[in-house]
């Protein structure tokens, strides 16, 4: 069936980098725009990044723009997001999402804590 | 940017009942307007696209309505699983998402 299987979430310093993956499955991969979302505790949901199908496009709020970097590889049918000078305020489980909002995944859960 | 604003925060209702979210932009998005499902450790569920089209599998309670800048979803008759949080999003500015902050729907 159709699925997204994010991971790579965990406790880390403020400061410190984390690359969070999406296995996805059950669909074409490769013609999907794909979104990362994410929720901090008890708030509501924030939109972090979005990718084109082919790569070539990426966009980011002003929130995360130079520190967070979206990617992927339609080989893999994998997306990442690579996290960098990560602050407290990051801390969230953060969601990747098919273009459409049809299709999220479970989610993965950073902590960001010294 | 776009600037979703969501009424009520908490919307007390009890089963059987009509139950009506609002959700406002800060400038016309359109219909590009969809509204979201959650429930507790649950990942978002869509139910609203293209602000009144119901997504596959939705229940037919469930009915989103407006355009531009004023936006409703309508449960008709509130089941017990329809107790949940509530979101719109608007994609006028595509691939650019804008979530509204939610609007709990609770038990009376």
């Known amino acids: 069936q159709v699925q997204l299987v994010e991971s790579g979430g965990g406790v880390v310093q403020p400061g410190r980098s984390l690359r969070l993956s999406c296995a996805a499955s059950g669909f074409t991969f490769s013609i999907f725009a794909m979104h990362w979302v994410r929720q901090a505790p008890g708030k509501g949901l924030e939109w972090v990044a979005v990718?084109?199908?082919?790569?070539?496009?990426?966009y980011y709020p002003d929130s995360v723009k130079g520190r967070f970097t979206v990617s992927r590889d339609n080989s893999q049918n994998t997306l990442y997001l690579r996290m960098s000078s990560l602050r407290p305020e990051d801390t969230a489980v953060y969601y990747c999402v098919r273009d459409l909002g049809e299709v999220w995944g479970q989610g993965t859960l950073v902590t960001v804590s010294s | 940017e776009i600037v979703m604003t969501q009424s009520p925060a908490t919307l007390s209702v009890s089963p059987g009942e009509r139950a009506t979210l609002s959700c406002r932009a800060s400038q016309s998005v359109g219909i590009t307007l969809a509204w979201y499902q959650q429930k507790p450790g649950q990942a978002p569920r869509l139910l609203i696209y293209s602000a009144s089209t119901r997504a596959t599998g939705i229940p037919a309670r469930f009915s989103g309505s407006g355009s531009g800048t004023e936006f409703n979803l309508t449960i008709s008759s509130l089941q017990s699983e329809d107790f949940a949080l509530y979101f719109c999003?608007?994609?006028?500015?595509?691939?650019?998402?804008?979530f509204g902050q939610g609007t709990k729907v609770e038990i009376k």
């Open positions: 999003q608007q994609y006028k500015n595509w691939p650019l998402w804008t």
């Open positions: 990718i084109s199908y082919d790569g070539n496009n990426k």
